[in-house]
């Protein structure tokens, strides 16, 4: 079984895609802690990123997943938090780059932006690529002191 927890969110607008990642996650044998929301009703993206900035700050989660209608605004939330470094991913390569050269352990997606199969694939990559470290941990040191 993979090892750490991964928190996931999503505000209305990227619940549908939220829960096929999540249930993706799970079937993978990850620990999914979901953070919410919990249907389509209208809510606010910024309490859901803050949620997953919450959960990996404080150890409960080592990696997150989130998504909102373009995964940008609850990328910006998640953000927020001195520990996270989310990544907006479009495809593949995005997603492969942010994990070997700035350690990013937040992935959004835009549900409106991206196709269901191309965020699978992308989260796949995300969580089995490793960080290169060496000629980046100067700057991802950089990152994490603000």
């Known amino acids: 079984m993979p090892g750490g927890a991964i928190a996931v969110a999503s505000d209305h607008a990227g619940f549908d895609l939220k829960e096929i990642l999540k249930r993706d996650l799970q079937e993978a044998g990850y620990d999914v802690l979901d953070l919410g929301t919990n249907s389509t009703e209208s809510v606010d993206y910024p309490d859901f990123g803050k949620a997953v900035g919450e959960a990996i700050a404080s150890g409960r989660a080592e990696r997150g997943v989130l998504v909102c209608g373009s995964g940008i605004g609850i990328s910006i939330a998640a953000n927020r938090n001195p520990r996270v470094r989310a990544v907006l991913a479009h495809d ?32 796949k990559v995300f969580l089995d690529t490793g960080w290169a470290g060496g ?8 990152l994490s002191k603000g």
């Open 135 to 142: 000629r980046h941990a100067v700057r991802v040191e950089k």
């Open 92 to 123: 593949v390569t995005s997603a492969r780059l942010s994990r070997e050269h700035n350690d990013a352990n937040v992935i959004a997606f835009g549900q409106r932006l991206i196709g269901v199969e191309v965020a699978r694939e992308a989260l």
